[in-house]
């Protein structure tokens, strides 16, 4: 099956810098890479995702890019807000869902 | 839409009790999905249904824990006999069919407390 690897497990930040958080698959047929953020208690919401056909997507201050070939995916948050302090997942789908094993992030204000 | 309804919020049993978890799946969705989540670990994948259907268990103990998902109402997630390992957040996804590629919607979970 497919295997998610996430790095770091732990980043912290100053306010307003980036934050960039990196995952790699293993099963080349994976065709869609969403990214989660959990908040402490909550439930994982979808905050940005991409297709195996794209290259890099774009939202606001969040954007991910993907290298097919490698078989990586990154997250890059900017400007980074004490908000946006939470645990962020990773994942591949390939007939179902394989997550990462999440990233906890500190915005420092 | 009221989105993906799981019960109870929080759940407390004394080991060797029965804990049962229920996912409403979003309207108009007819797969669910069911994750568990360690204290401060990531999502893992337990079991994949359609309606009457298993579709893939993999994920799944082999003993004391079984899902359902019934033509009418909602998931279940049994787990028998409780220990304290099964101590978790347990959520519930669901999508459309066919949209299988789509990121799914989280319930708010089942916090699991095995006392």
């Known amino acids: 099956g497919e295997n998610v690897e996430q790095h770091p497990s732990t980043l912290s930040v100053q306010e307003g810098d980036s934050a960039v958080i990196k995952c790699t698959y293993s099963?080349?047929?994976?065709?869609?890479f969403p990214w989660y953020k959990q908040e402490l208690g909550k439930r994982p919401q979808l905050i940005i995702d991409i297709r195996s056909n794209v290259g890099e997507k774009k939202d606001q201050r969040i954007a991910v890019t993907l290298n097919k070939t490698a078989k990586h995916f990154s997250l890059h948050i900017t400007e980074t807000q004490p908000e946006d302090s939470a645990v962020y997942f990773c994942a591949a789908f390939r007939n179902q869902f394989y997550f990462g094993t999440g990233t906890s992030l500190t915005v420092i204000p | 839409n009221a989105g993906v309804m799981q019960n109870p919020r929080h759940l407390v049993r004394r080991r060797g009790q029965e804990a049962r978890l229920r996912c409403s799946p979003m309207k108009g969705h007819s797969h669910v999905y069911w994750y568990r989540q360690l204290p401060e670990e990531g999502l893992k994948f337990m079991v994949y249904?359609?309606?009457?259907?298993?579709?893939?268990e993999s994920g799944m103990p082999k003993e004391r824990f079984s899902a359902e998902f019934p033509k009418e109402g909602p998931s279940i997630l049994r787990i028998q006999q409780v220990v304290r390992g099964d101590s978790a957040a347990y959520f519930c996804a669901s999508s459309p069919p066919g949209g299988l590629n789509y990121g799914y919607t989280f319930g708010s979970g089942t916090r699991l407390t095995v006392v």
């Open positions: 249904l359609q309606k009457e259907n298993i579709i893939d």
């Open positions: 099963d080349s047929a994976s065709n869609y």
